[in-house]
């Protein structure tokens, strides 16, 4: 019974972004309650705690730290619903700071920086955060870059994991750009 249950979740899933999720239903037949915890986690990320181009901004450089395919598309697209505009997606996947904007360059600052373990980088921009959205923006936007990596790198430890592809953004294709301190 949970395991149709989630099975219909991710139908749903599937059918609102257009996505494969199969490693999903991989981790419902292994465990129902394990995919329904795992489920949840995206939920801790408070959105209204800090800009959504902020957020956006650095889960997508998270999830391009481990996927430059399928779950960048899928970040993109959950950040264009929440009100992210395109041009603002495009850019960070270009890594054109200036192109973003303010917020999502902080984002992008502050996402390349913790993900590099480069605490001189990211001290002054962590700053910035609290002085501009306080503790709970920090903790959003530290939350989106740890989200960000966890479904990428579920999905290639099952198997799932696709070379990388051009994203669409706002019906464009648009070529990533892995942030340089990222890339492999």
Known sequence: ???????????????????????????????????????????????????????????????????????????????????????????????????MGEAAAIGYDFARAVLAKDMEAADPVRDEILRRWGKKGLVAVSLAITTGRMYPTLKYGLGHGQACSKVVVGGEAQGVTRPMALAA
Do not use: H, K, N
């Open 1 to 99: 019974m949970l395991r149709a249950f989630c099975r219909r979740l991710i139908g749903r899933f599937e059918r609102e972004f257009g996505y494969d999720a199969a490693y999903m239903r991989d981790l419902v037949d292994a465990s129902p309650w394990t995919f329904l915890r795992f489920s949840m986690v995206t939920g801790l990320v408070r959105r209204q705690d800090a800009p959504g181009d902020l957020i956006a901004a650095a889960g997508i450089v998270a999830t391009l730290a481990e996927d430059c395919g399928p779950c960048t598309q899928i970040g993109v697209d959950i950040a264009s619903r929440g009100g992210v505009a395109p041009e603002v997606l495009r850019a960070v996947l270009a890594g054109d700071r200036t192109g």
